[in-house]
């Protein structure tokens, strides 16, 4: 169904559309139901993302206890890897190189990550629309379409749990309204029988593990020296982040992701210094609906990612100045 018809022309531009006080409080309070839900609930499922012609799925068993919360994720294709969230702490566990990583993230929310803010701005970049109710992991569903009012973004399907809200399949739309990606649960079992105490001991097993732990700097871009000429309608920066230099890196080189977002969509700059050995010619690459544009600035290699569409990507790219 191409939805962006049914709804008439869009701007091209990315100006924002003022919406309702009752626009914003619909949509606000849908995404905040949604959120809650994900932090809330205690489930075991089997999730399968499809993406770019390709196919991946994991078994999740997720728990929530005295506002603490604790996912253990086992993917089923692919590497083996085994990934454990506690609050902030998430450590992946890479059997064939006998590698643990540990580190900490800021929690935008757990599975699904879809709210990025809750600055009320939601509601001036997208319209919410109900198309009807669905059976998907053997719960019943009720069908959400996020539309952008402007082709600067993409739209998103979503599917929640009709009783508390959880979000049980998520579809990412393009500006025709075809479906770019899919994550859904292939099956689901609410209020599983899941013991927070027994995953906190699985997450500490690291025996016979190399152990790395890397460390995020947090900063500003600005005192890194970037900026972005003129801002990109409806993003705004969330974070900015170093990461810890090589024993023989230049100090003030360290790579650096700067983070974007319109509270669903979310975009990353990386910054590196430049390497004419590993860097090649400027590129882009579209795959579902991740898109990545990379190219040199001056003395430094630019790689611009995020699900949006290639155009809005090009204007972070070419937004992106270096103070001298």
């Known amino acids: 169904m191409n939805y962006v018809a049914a709804e008439g022309a869009r701007p091209a531009s990315g100006t924002a559309v003022p919406a309702s006080?009752?626009?914003?409080?619909s949509i606000n309070d849908w995404l905040m139901r949604m959120h809650e839900a994900s932090k809330k609930q205690s489930y075991i499922g089997t999730f399968v993302v499809s993406s770019g012609g390709?196919?991946?799925?994991?078994?999740?068993?997720?728990?929530?206890?005295?506002?603490?919360?604790?996912?253990?994720?086992?993917?089923?294709?692919?590497?083996?890897?085994s990934i454990f969230r506690h609050n902030d702490q998430v450590v992946t566990f890479m059997p064939d190189h006998k590698v643990v990583r540990s580190e900490k993230r800021e929690s935008l929310g757990m599975f699904p990550e879809l709210l990025q803010s809750t600055d009320g701005r939601i509601a001036d970049f997208y319209k919410v629309r109900p198309e009807g109710v669905e059976?998907?992991?053997?719960?019943?569903?009720?069908?959400?379409?996020?539309?952008?009012?402007?082709?600067?973004?993409?739209?998103?399907?979503?599917?929640?749990?009709?009783?508390?809200?959880?979000?049980?399949?998520?579809?990412?739309?393009?500006?025709?309204?075809k479906v770019l990606e899919q994550a859904a649960f292939s099956e689901l079992q609410l209020d599983a029988p899941v013991k927070m105490d027994t995953l906190?001991?699985?997450?500490?097993?690291?025996?016979?593990?190399?152990?790395?732990?890397?460390?995020?700097?947090?900063?500003?871009?600005s005192a890194?020296?970037?900026?972005?000429?003129?801002?990109?309608?409806?993003?705004?920066?969330?974070?900015?982040?170093?990461?810890?230099?090589?024993?023989?890196?230049?100090?003030?080189?360290?790579?650096?992701?700067?983070?974007?977002?319109?509270?669903?969509?979310?975009?990353?700059?990386?910054?590196?210094p430049y390497d004419r050995q590993r860097h090649d010619k400027a590129s882009s690459l579209s795959l579902g609906a991740t898109q990545t544009i990379t190219r040199q600035l001056d003395s430094y290699w630019i790689t611009v990612m995020?699900?949006?569409?290639?155009?809005?990507?090009?204007?972070?790219?070419?937004?992106?100045?270096?103070?001298?």
Request: aromatic share 8%; charged share 25%; net charge positive.
């Open 21 to 25: 006080a009752a626009e914003s409080k």
């Open 54 to 81: 390709a196919m991946s799925s994991a078994k999740i068993w997720h728990v929530c206890e005295a506002g603490q919360q604790m996912e253990r994720v086992e993917t089923l294709t692919g590497a083996p890897r």
């Open 135 to 177: 059976r998907v992991a053997g719960v019943e569903a009720d069908i959400i379409a996020l539309m952008p009012k402007d082709n600067m973004r993409f739209g998103y399907r979503v599917w929640t749990e009709q009783k508390r809200g959880l979000v049980v399949k998520l579809q990412t739309l393009d500006v025709d309204g």
């Open 200 to 221: 906190i001991q699985m997450m500490g097993k690291v025996e016979g593990y190399r152990v790395e732990k890397p460390v995020l700097v947090k900063t500003t871009a």
């Open 224 to 272: 890194e020296g970037w900026l972005l000429k003129a801002p990109v309608p409806g993003f705004k920066a969330m974070s900015c982040y170093k990461r810890p230099a090589a024993a023989n890196a230049v100090a003030g080189e360290e790579p650096l992701q700067w983070i974007f977002s319109d509270g669903l969509a979310s975009v990353s700059i990386f910054v590196e």
């Open 306 to 324: 995020g699900e949006v569409p290639m155009a809005t990507l090009q204007l972070f790219a070419n937004g992106l100045e270096h103070k001298k």
